[in-house]
């Protein structure tokens, strides 16, 4: 019977490591699927802003 509840202690310490363990990587990798999105996006509006800037000046400079 005591070999059975160590055993049993052992279990459930060692499912809490990998849960807690998965835990952790399932976080670092929504983490980085956010940062990837977050990253594309801004790289986007940044472009989009760019463009907007540049024809402004071209606009600019042709009524120059």
Request: charged fraction near 35%; glycine fraction near 4%; aromatic fraction near 4%.
């Amino acid at each position: 019977m005591e070999n059975a509840r160590l055993l049993d202690e052992r279990l459930r310490k060692i499912i809490g490591e990998v849960s807690h363990n998965t835990g952790g990587e399932i976080k670092k990798n929504l983490l980085q699927d956010f940062e990837a999105s977050f990253n594309k996006a801004l790289e986007k509006n940044l472009q989009k802003e760019t463009i907007r800037i540049l024809a402004l000046l071209k606009s600019a400079i042709d009524k120059i």
